[in-house]
């Protein structure tokens, strides 16, 4: 049976692949199959020595295995060293594996349409989600936003199937889909919506804080139901350091919540931002 709680584990990579030098994907097998909610992340480390110490932290990008042996795949952007060291990893080497982790996205609302909002990397999030919804059969829509087209997914790493739903390509610069960020595409769709849709409508949404912002502050006048998943730094992954907290209204005070454990999906409306 495959897990779904919290455990370390020891993956050897299969591949690890790079496109355009600015997205990688890695896929690991490990020794038993794992379950995951969409949104849920794993801390995963590789490289020989030290340092970096702390291992990162990637969304789980999918997850599968067969007669007791699993998959992991995690989709990644260099930005730092840890990174960095991961995209030099080869087939057949190591990889430390910590998952799941956090709280993912809460998709078991009957009659919802979903917006699923993607800001640079944080599509791989998003994916996740809309495989899950497109197997219920749910009615979804995908916002996926980038500098320009070079920094958009892959397609053929877009959830596909016979109802893949929508799919809104935004840039920044205009070489592909919208011109324009993708908080003014979700924007302006939202102003479109009539009270009847709102009451109906997620927004599921991950990438920079600011777009975040955006998208939360827009959804509250709209009356629409949005959660977030929040991508701060990350030191333990398990709740003990405190080093990820967030600022949270609880009623009119605040109060600090971790991300690696009460998160990183919030409600948008709950979020200090």
């Known amino acids: ?66 007669r007791g042996k699993g998959k992991v795949e995690f989709v990644y952007k260099v930005v730092g060293r840890g990174t960095a060291l991961l995209s030099g990893l080869h087939p057949g080497e190591t990889l430390s594996i910590t998952l799941p982790l956090g709280r993912g996205f809460d998709l078991d609302r009957e009659g919802r349409t979903y ?33 320009t087209r070079e920094h958009l997914p892959p397609r053929e790493w877009t959830p596909g199937g016979k109802t ?9 610069d205009g070489t592909a889909g919208f011109h324009g960020r993708v908080t003014d595409a979700v924007l302006e769709r939202l102003r479109r919506l009539s009270p009847e849709s709102a009451s109906r409508m997620t927004i599921l949404a991950c990438g920079p804080r600011e777009m975040l912002r955006e998208i939360a502050a827009a959804a509250a006048e709209r009356s629409v139901s949005a ?22 209204w609880d009623g009119d005070r605040t109060a600090y919540r971790r991300v690696c454990r009460e998160g990183p999906v919030f409600d948008a409306r709950e979020v200090v931002w």
């Open 1 to 66: 049976m495959p897990f779904n709680r919290p455990r370390f584990v020891t993956g050897r990579i299969l591949r690890n692949e790079g496109r355009g030098e600015i997205f990688y994907r890695i896929e690991a097998t490990i020794p038993e199959p794992v379950r995951f909610v969409p949104g849920q992340f794993a801390m995963v480390s590789g490289w020989p020595g030290n340092d970096p110490l702390l291992p990162r932290p990637l969304a789980v990008f999918r997850a599968g295995g067969t």
């Open 115 to 147: 917006w699923l909002v993607g800001g640079g990397v944080g599509f791989s999030s998003v994916f996740p989600a809309a495989v899950v919804l497109g197997r219920r059969r749910a009615a979804f829509e995908m916002f996926l936003g980038a500098r």
């Open 164 to 172: 893949p739903g929508t799919i809104h390509f935004c840039t920044e």
């Open 227 to 248: 959660q977030v998943a929040l991508e701060n730094h990350m030191a333990c992954g398990f709740g003990v350091c405190w080093g990820c907290v967030v600022s949270l």
